[in-house]
């Protein structure tokens, strides 16, 4: 038996069957023809990095160490003086394996003889087996990629993932590979313009390669080929420079690119959705109840923004508040894997009732109709890990958080808890016994495939 992982990033599952209902992808909707398509949940936030975790560690990025795309340590633990923060978006991306729980082990790590293709994990992962992997001279040309917007060397990468692929299929017992192009053309073209049609047609090529290949020498029966995301994608045609604004309510801010501010008060951190870290002099995590008064002044004012969806703060240790300006707000809670949603002014994800000591499933379940998926494990998840902000904050639909520095003009967006954002697709080789809920599950499935023990502390469940 061995495992393969394909990646499209950015590919959100509406499109995808549209895409695949249209005949742009046939090789993908012979595979939906024969086992059928799974929507299913990623991560929050929904962004490239964190939203890889849940692949390779079936673990939820804020307990795994990576509450976002940039962060804050607080506790000066892992980052160093002048700015004690991290952003994966340039040479920091070679800090991601030693930022990872060292406690929770990799799949790369778990199954011998692994190859990764385009990973930002690869703990575990021998030089030899990495490709286009973690490097110094990878990580100049991702960066000269991305913030020269080199869209045609961007499906170039592709294609040499594709390559490696295909020509890999048979010897490697496990198989991740990521392709960007799909996210990166949507940024700059929208979710739906031919450009991204023609990034998606590279991932199609290369599962009918697989494919041909293994059924011509016979193993395809034996090969567990999954295609999938780790987030979605929706327009977006108003930037919040959260910075600016910041920094109008009297503030001095941290935050990317000029990251040293001496002065700072306030860390933004902002990945597609943003965190705030206030009264960043403190090195322990103030709850909302032990913040500054400015602090909490600045809480109510960022939830007046027309930008802001949904404010999260941390209450205590394992209770979250969730504000919403016109839902008003409730309590999520977390009991080791129990979850609890109580309305208090409001229900901001409108669910119409209170929801007391769930399993992760049945909390899944409950919001899998709503326009925020899984928010209830989400958010304690993400509100409730140690280096995440003290103010988290998903973005109303039509809005980013970033409005300078970005290499091109977005005109397509993901980051928040919204459904868009959210719900990704996931195309299987064979039927599933299971029921495959969330992106964490992935990870586990494949070690069951495999023959390989599930680890314990794993957020996801097999669906094998």
Same mark, same amino acid.
């Given at each position: %038996?061995?495992?393969?992982?394909?990646?499209?990033?950015?590919?959100?599952?509406?499109?995808?069957?549209?895409?695949?209902?249209?005949?742009?992808?046939?090789?993908?909707?012979?595979?939906?023809?024969?086992?059928?398509?799974?929507?299913?949940?990623?991560?929050?936030?929904?962004?490239?990095?964190?939203?890889?975790?849940?692949?390779?560690?079936?673990?939820?990025?804020?307990?795994?160490?990576?509450?976002?795309?940039?962060?804050?340590?607080?506790?000066?633990?892992?980052?160093?003086?002048?700015?004690?923060?991290? $952003?994966?978006?340039?040479?920091? &991306?070679?800090?991601?394996?030693?930022?990872?729980?060292?406690? +929770?082990?990799?799949?790369?790590?778990?199954?011998?003889?692994?190859?990764?293709?385009?990973?930002?994990?690869?703990?575990?992962?021998?030089?030899?087996?990495?490709?286009?992997? #973690?490097?110094?001279?990878?990580? &100049?040309?991702?960066?000269?990629?991305?913030?020269?917007?080199?869209?045609?060397?961007?499906?170039?990468?592709?294609?040499?993932?594709?390559?490696?692929?295909?020509?890999?299929?048979?010897?490697?017992?496990?198989?991740?590979?990521?392709?960007?192009?799909? =996210?990166?053309?949507?940024?700059?073209?929208?979710?739906?313009?031919?450009?991204?049609?023609?990034?998606?047609?590279?991932?199609? =090529?290369?599962?009918?390669?697989?494919?041909?290949?293994?059924?011509?020498?016979?193993?395809?029966?034996?090969?567990?080929?999954?295609?999938?995301?780790?987030?979605?994608? +929706?327009?977006?045609?108003?930037?919040?420079?959260?910075?600016?604004?910041?920094?109008?309510?009297?503030?001095?801010?941290?935050?990317?690119?000029?990251?040293?501010?001496?002065?700072?008060?306030?860390?933004?951190?902002?990945?597609?959705?943003?965190?705030?870290?206030?009264?960043?002099?403190?090195?322990?995590?103030?709850?909302?109840?032990? %913040?500054?008064?400015?602090?909490?002044?600045?809480?109510?004012?960022?939830?007046?923004?027309?930008?802001?969806?949904?404010?999260?703060?941390?209450?205590?240790?394992?209770?979250?508040?969730?504000? $919403? #300006?016109?839902?008003?707000?409730?309590?999520? /809670?977390?009991?080791?894997?129990?979850?609890?949603?109580?309305?208090?002014?409001?229900?901001?994800?409108?669910?119409?009732?209170?929801?007391?000591?769930?399993?992760?499933?049945?909390?899944?379940?409950?919001?899998?109709?709503?326009?925020?998926?899984?928010?209830?494990?989400?958010?304690?998840?993400?509100?409730?890990?140690?280096?995440?902000?003290?103010?988290?904050?998903?973005?109303?639909?039509?809005?980013?958080?970033?409005?300078?520095?970005?290499?091109?003009?977005?005109?397509?967006?993901?980051? +928040?808890?919204?459904?868009?954002?959210?719900?990704?697709?996931?195309?299987? $080789?064979? /039927?599933?016994?299971?029921?495959?809920?969330?992106?964490?599950?992935?990870?586990?499935?494949?070690?069951?495939? #495999?023959?390989?023990?599930?680890?314990?502390?794993?957020?996801?469940?097999?669906?094998?």
């Amino acid at each position: %038996m061995n495992v393969i992982v394909l990646l499209a990033d950015g590919a959100r599952a509406d499109w995808l069957s549209s895409a695949m209902d249209s005949g742009a992808a046939p090789a993908l909707a012979r595979l939906r023809a024969e086992c059928g398509m799974h929507r299913v949940t990623s991560v929050f936030p929904t962004v490239t990095g964190p939203a890889y975790v849940p692949f390779l560690m079936g673990r939820f990025p804020g307990g795994a160490g990576m509450p976002g795309l940039r962060w804050f340590d607080r506790a000066r633990t892992r980052c160093t003086f002048p700015d004690y923060s991290r $952003s994966y978006t340039g040479y920091q &991306l070679l800090n991601v394996d030693g930022d990872l729980d060292a406690q +929770s082990p990799t799949v790369f790590e778990l199954v011998p003889g692994s190859v990764g293709a385009f990973s930002m994990i690869t703990r575990g992962l021998s030089s030899d087996r990495r490709f286009i992997a #973690l490097s110094p001279k990878s990580a &100049l040309r991702a960066a000269s990629i991305h913030f020269l917007a080199r869209n045609a060397a961007l499906l170039e990468v592709d294609r040499e993932v594709a390559a490696e692929v295909v020509a890999r299929a048979c010897e490697a017992p496990y198989i991740y590979a990521a392709f960007g192009s799909i =996210d990166k053309l949507s940024h700059a073209f929208g979710h739906e313009s031919p450009e991204v049609l023609s990034a998606l047609k590279i991932v199609d =090529d290369a599962v009918a390669a697989v494919r041909a290949k293994l059924e011509r020498l016979g193993k395809w029966n034996d090969t567990r080929l999954w295609v999938t995301s780790d987030h979605g994608h +929706s327009r977006v045609s108003s930037h919040e420079d959260l910075e600016r604004v910041v920094a109008g309510f009297g503030h001095v801010v941290r935050a990317h690119p000029w990251i040293f501010r001496p002065n700072a008060d306030v860390a933004v951190m902002v990945s597609g959705n943003a965190m705030a870290y206030v009264d960043i002099n403190r090195r322990e995590r103030p709850y909302i109840g032990g %913040m500054s008064p400015r602090s909490r002044e600045l809480a109510d004012q960022l939830l007046e923004r027309p930008s802001v969806d949904l404010l999260i703060a941390q209450l205590s240790e394992s209770a979250s508040e969730l504000h $919403s #300006l016109v839902g008003g707000h409730a309590v999520i /809670t977390r009991n080791g894997r129990r979850y609890s949603y109580e309305r208090g002014t409001g229900d901001p994800l409108s669910l119409g009732a209170d929801i007391r000591d769930v399993s992760a499933n049945e909390a899944h379940e409950i919001c899998s109709k709503t326009m925020y998926p899984d928010a209830i494990v989400q958010v304690a998840e993400l509100a409730g890990a140690s280096r995440s902000g003290d103010i988290i904050l998903s973005a109303a639909p039509g809005w980013d958080f970033r409005a300078r520095y970005e290499p091109v003009n977005h005109v397509s967006t993901h980051g +928040s808890l919204r459904r868009e954002h959210m719900e990704v697709p996931l195309l299987v $080789s064979h /039927t599933a016994t299971g029921v495959p809920r969330r992106t964490v599950d992935l990870m586990p499935s494949a070690l069951t495939a #495999l023959g390989i023990p599930i680890p314990p502390g794993l957020d996801g469940e097999s669906f094998e």
